[in-house]
């Protein structure tokens, strides 16, 4: 894509534009162009000429930035609602993972599969500290698409972390003087878990270039 083009995509987005409403606003004026420059070439004009009355003829940057920049309906939701979409949405998503999770060992503890319930409980308790981190990465890359702060989805990350480290699942097998119990509580945050996870949560941040 040209760079004039280019320079739009990431002005829309890091003012907080939909990247759905970018990419077609920048296709029909990509189409436009594009018949700006054939219909020069039959007029005469060298190519090189022709691309730059092109993009003259097409407009200023601020002539193409203000119809959507103007228009409230072009922004993201995430852009309006940043705490709801890098916060409590992933902190939702991880809670459905833990009372789906319960759910499965309530039904597993009716089957011919319950000796093996403590084993599953273990495995999904490992699966309930790796969610967050799944979790931030993709928080993360839905940020650095709409090149928004990184505030928001580190906050998130932060938290997502905090509430896995906080979860304890527990499975207790039953015994001849003993109830079966399925545990889940939330306790004070570990330290080192929670040092590990919020590392592991943030590290695309040292893959991603910094926005200028």
């Keep these: 894509m040209p760079d004039q083009l280019e320079n739009l995509r990431e002005t829309l987005l890091r003012a907080g534009t939909s ?15 594009d018949d700006l420059y054939d219909h020069l070439r ?48 992933p902190l939702a998503c991880q809670a459905g993972l833990v009372v789906a999770f319960t759910l499965v060992l309530l039904l597993v503890a009716g089957t011919s599969l319950r000796p093996i319930i403590a084993d599953l409980g273990s495995g999904l308790a490992l699966l309930l500290l790796a969610a967050p981190v799944l979790i931030a990465w993709l928080t993360l ?3 650095h698409r709409r090149r928004a702060s990184r505030r928001w989805p580190i906050v998130g990350a932060v938290c997502g972390a ?8 527990g499975v207790t097998l039953p015994a ?26 943030l590290l695309p941040l040292s893959l991603q270039p910094r926005p200028e």
């Design 141 to 143: 890359l839905a940020a």
């Design 42 to 89: 039959q007029q005469g004009f060298r190519a090189q000429a022709a691309r730059n009355e092109a993009d003259r003829r097409l407009g200023s940057a601020d002539a193409l930035l203000l119809p959507m920049l103007a228009d409230p309906r072009f922004r993201s939701r995430a852009a309006r609602w940043p705490a709801l979409f890098y916060i409590v949405l």
């Design 162 to 169: 905090a509430f896995a480290a906080a979860l304890q699942l």
């Design 176 to 201: 001849p003087d003993v109830h079966g119990q399925i545990g889940l509580s939330l306790g004070q945050p570990a330290l080192l878990p929670l040092l590990v996870l919020t590392l592991l949560s």
């Design 19 to 33: 990247p759905a409403h970018v990419r077609r606003y920048l296709r029909e004026l990509s189409e436009h162009r």
